[in-house]
C-alpha cells in the first residue's frame, strides 16, 4: 500500500534549523507530487510547500518563502524539508501527503488533492 512517513522533527531554538524528511513507500515517488503541511494548535491546517517530484518544480507559503527549501531524492524515495531561521511561530505539527501528479507544477494551497497522508512529525521552536 502506499504510504508517506514523516521524520525530523524535534526541538530547536529561534534561528536554528531542522530539515524534515518524508519517505514514500508502495509508489514510485517519481509519478507524485509531495507537500508539506502544518498545524498548530488552535490553528487551521495550511500548506507549506510542495513540490513535483518528476521535475523538482516547487512552492512555498508565503510565511516560509526565503527560510525553507524542499527538496526530493527520487532514487531514496524521499522529499526533504530543509527549515532554516525557524521562528516559534513555525511551531507546529508538520505533515506531508502525496498525490499523483497531473501537471508540471503544484500550489500550496491545494490539500483535498493529496491522497495518502502521514502521521506527521512535531517541530517545535522555542528557547
Not at 509508489?27 to 510547500?49: C, H, M, N
Not at 527538496?71 to 524515495?77: G, Q
Amino acid at each position: 500500500q502506499l504510504h508517506v512517513v514523516e521524520s525530523g522533527g524535534g526541538l530547536v531554538q529561534p534561528g536554528g534549523s531542522l530539515r524534515l524528511s518524508c519517505e514514500a513507500s508502495g509508489f514510485t515517488l517519481d509519478y507524485y507530487t509531495i507537500g508539506w503541511f502544518r498545524q498548530a494548535p488552535g490553528k487551521e491546517r495550511e500548506g507549506v510547500s510542495c513540490i513535483v517530484s518528476s521535475v523538482g518544480s516547487a512552492d512555498y507559503a508565503d510565511s516560509v518563502m526565503g527560510r525553507f527549501t524542499i527538496s526530493r531524492d527520487n532514487a531514496k524515495n524521499t522529499v526533504y524539508l530543509q527549515m532554516n531561521s525557524l521562528k516559534p511561530e513555525d511551531t507546529a505539527v508538520y505533515y506531508c501527503a502525496a498525490m499523483r501528479t497531473v501537471v508540471a507544477y503544484c500550489r500550496v494551497r491545494t490539500s483535498a488533492a493529496y491522497n495518502y497522508w502521514g502521521q506527521g512529525t512535531q517541530v517545535t521552536v522555542s528557547s
